[in-house]
């Protein structure tokens, strides 16, 4: 079976045209495919899925970043999500066939490349960082406003590249992790501080679940709130649990769920989690869903025919 | 893109041994694959779902329903689920690339050979019977133990084959529908008075959804009873619709629901609908689930390459 690789880039940017020109040169390399992108102003921030080969990710992944340090200007950049640079974090996520060890390489490939051409400081995350230095959000720490201070601070050298912020796209953070399930769950509420009480109750942090992690945000259009999700091991940490304790949280506040969705795509064994839960299935896998078993059949048909 | 048929015949048997001769049938033939079986003795019945090309599948059935009349004897069949023969209702599906129509086409080839071969009775149901005779539970009235008496009466003259029932194997239903969700809750009470009373309100005929049937049957060993119910349009009737009205009902005489199952494959999106409801999401489709939309995009990939 083909090896396939999913590239989840977040860019700082939630401007049309700068979203229309970066996930073009996404889509110029022929074997990489755009599974999904999502952008909006009070997050300011891009997130693309796609896959291919590797080479085809690292190529694509590589235009694609230039063209957002080449049109994003941090200095200007507001948005309530943490985020040190243009193009702010690039995981590598080994999908059919691939290992998080090929992901952790691309990912170093990546970063040096990245680094060399630009002169954007890289970070490496993750499975792929050097010992105590793999948690995101210590990485992101001040985030770019404060980056020209810390990057000077013992410990925080970069992995690749200057040991100077980029003067338009701050700095880039990169590295492997297996598939995780974004999710946000928009509340009927447009106070912000009891939408952070809540999302405190679920962050790992906190004493919540521990491959949660939680932010709140305000959606001022709307006139809601969301808390942002991202559970990093769904198996683990199903998410119709972290559902049900959100909404028990919630209900001691009186503030409803309007709605709830998946920020990028939606891993299939978190749906069917779901739907065995609430229908009380016991035996709900992969191998019981008509299209998914349809599928194999006639991929393995094929292989001995 | 191949077309694929599936289908999912019900044979009169839960013996162990009869179960493998007509499973090892449809094993035998290459481009045929079964995607799952089960078989239990309180309906005294098996359920196979299979797929592959038009071709293959037909010849699975026929060398399968061949074994099953020589080994299934009516006259000593006891079961909760009405039955008219050995081989006792065989549907066509189509799924990718196929239409209904080449299903119809199907059936009626199957259900003249196999008349013809075994001087069985075979009935048509669904989109491929004359008009007036397209219901289940009309062709299967007073069911096995009556068929001799029936099979003379106006207007039910077998489609193909004699006017007689097989001394052995009774009769054959047979026809092309679209894939249906076969869904069972089992109900924590040994009360089949209840158990029938809920079933009742659910289906169709009794003013409950109309596209679905209910049935209640007991399963002695566990001392508790279950609701059996096929949703033949599950996208009109999504299935946590009839399973909250179920709970609903349950709920008046006090008996809690033990637990559900799929009978046969799930549909992929009975599970979307499922999740998208519980957990509030508004635009949960199958493109937005990342192994279903990698396949799609490595077939993509795969055909402009």
Redesign the interface.
């Known amino acids: 079976m083909?090896q396939?690789v999913?590239c989840v880039p977040n860019f700082s940017t939630s401007d049309p045209k700068v979203v229309e020109s970066i996930v073009g040169e996404i889509e110029s390399i022929?074997?990489a495919?755009i599974?999904?992108y999502t952008y909006d102003d009070y997050y300011n921030r891009l997130v693309v899925?796609f896959?291919?080969d590797k080479d085809s990710v690292l190529e694509a992944m590589l235009k694609s970043a230039a063209k957002a340090i080449e049109l994003i200007d941090m200095n200007k950049h507001k948005g309530q999500h943490p985020r040190l640079g243009a193009v702010d974090v690039v995981p590598f996520i080994p999908?059919?066939a691939s290992k998080i060890e090929d992901c952790v390489k691309i990912a170093k490939e990546f970063g040096g490349q990245l680094a060399k051409k630009h002169k954007v400081p890289v970070y490496l995350y993750g499975v792929a960082a050097q010992p105590g230095r793999n948690d995101l959000d210590w990485i992101r720490k001040g985030e770019y406003e404060a980056l020209s201070e810390m990057i000077k601070k013992p410990g925080r050298q970069p992995d690749f590249g200057p040991r100077e912020v980029h003067p338009m796209a701050g700095a880039t953070i990169t590295g492997a992790r297996k598939?995780m399930a974004g999710f946000n769950v928009n509340l009927g509420t447009s106070d912000l501080k009891i939408a952070k009480k809540i999302a405190r109750t679920l962050h790992a942090k906190k004493g919540g679940f521990s491959t949660v992690k939680a932010m709140a945000a305000t959606i001022p259009e709307k006139g809601i709130t969301q808390i942002g999700m991202s559970i990093t091991d769904f198996e683990k940490t199903p998410?119709?649990r972290v559902?049900e304790l959100l909404k028990i949280e919630a209900d001691r506040y009186n503030v409803p769920?309007?709605?709830?969705?998946?920020c990028g795509?939606?891993?299939?064994k978190s749906?069917?989690e779901?739907?065995a839960y609430?229908?009380?299935?016991?035996?709900?896998n992969?191998d019981?869903?008509?299209?998914?078993?349809?599928?194999k059949?006639?991929e393995?048909?094929g292989r001995?025919?």
Chains 1, 2 share one sequence.
């Open positions: 083909k396939i999913e022929e074997n495919h599974l999904d899925s896959v291919g999908l059919r598939i998410i119709y559902f769920i309007v709605s709830s969705e998946f795509m939606a891993p299939l749906i069917l779901t739907a609430y229908l009380k299935i016991d035996n709900l992969e019981r869903v008509l299209e998914v078993s349809v599928a059949a006639m393995k048909g001995s025919g």
